[in-house]
């Protein structure tokens, strides 16, 4: 079982398949005066999130918001959980907003976890959007995983990306192939110094993150 740590300044990795559940996505924690929380796990693992926050030493009340990069469970699971237990904000692009509200979609069938349907209280419309959570961390469009699939990323003496799940699949319901070739594109240009993977870890450089983000790609 692996620890919570620092990704770079005020980035923190809180929870993984290893770290908290084995159907979690990687969860990440923004320390933007206010905490921002990207993504939430599959739903299972809300108290071990909590704890891995608080051993950070960082204090749990302090979350305002919790984005969701997509609307597939082991991103979503714990989103009710958050706003129920702190009032934080839930971002999400509108694509993926109903998923996410009604649980229509989400793939926890295929996970065998429940799902408790969360409102979305801000829905991104924008290819992208400047969030006002910090003076840096901005969110782009990029569909091909789901249809409201987004990226986020911030600049903070190296540029941050948390790109979500990059590498796919892009064969789900929902997915669209031909897009994620046109995000996947939009990703290598920016020219991260650090990729925040969904499911992947850490990658840096910027040569290893262009190098990343080509290889899933070329299985397009």
């Given amino acids: 079982?692996?620890?919570?740590?620092?990704?770079?300044?005020?980035?923190?990795?809180?929870?993984?398949?290893?770290?908290?559940?084995?159907?979690?996505?990687?969860?990440?924690?923004?320390?933007?005066?206010?905490?921002?929380v990207i993504d939430s796990g599959a739903g299972q693992s809300f108290e071990a999130l909590v704890s891995n926050i608080q051993k950070l030493g960082l204090k749990a009340e302090r979350i305002k918001?919790?984005?969701a990069t997509h609307s597939h469970i082991d991103h979503i699971g714990s989103l009710w959980h958050f706003r129920e237990k702190f009032g934080c904000k839930v971002i999400a692009h509108e694509l993926d907003a109903r998923a996410i509200e009604t649980g229509s979609y989400t793939g926890a069938e295929f996970y065998g976890l429940p799902y408790h349907p969360c409102p979305v209280?801000?829905?991104?419309?924008?290819?992208?959007?400047?969030?006002?959570?910090?003076?840096?961390?901005?969110?782009?469009?990029?569909?091909g995983h789901t249809p409201?699939?987004?990226?986020?990323?911030?600049?903070?003496?190296k540029r941050v990306?948390?790109?979500?799940?990059?590498?796919?699949?892009?064969s789900l319901r929902g997915a669209d192939p031909a897009q994620a070739r046109a995000s996947l594109h939009k990703?290598?240009?920016?020219?991260?110094?650090?990729?925040?993977?969904?499911h992947f870890g850490i990658y840096q450089p910027k040569d290893e993150v262009k190098s990343y983000i080509?290889?899933?790609?070329?299985y397009l």
């Fill in 187 to 198: 990703l290598i240009a920016l020219e991260a110094d650090i990729l925040c993977e969904g």
């Fill in 65 to 67: 918001a919790v984005i």
């Fill in 1 to 36: 079982m692996g620890k919570p740590f620092r990704v770079w300044k005020d980035i923190y990795l809180i929870g993984d398949s290893e770290l908290t559940h084995p159907a979690d996505c990687c969860v990440y924690v923004i320390d933007a005066g206010d905490l921002v």
């Fill in 121 to 143: 209280d801000i829905k991104l419309k924008g290819q992208e959007d400047a969030l006002n959570y910090g003076p840096y961390l901005k969110a782009l469009h990029i569909p």
């Fill in 148 to 157: 409201g699939s987004i990226a986020l990323y911030m600049d903070r003496e």
């Fill in 161 to 170: 990306l948390f790109g979500q799940d990059v590498h796919g699949p892009y």
């Fill in 214 to 218: 080509e290889g899933c790609l070329s």
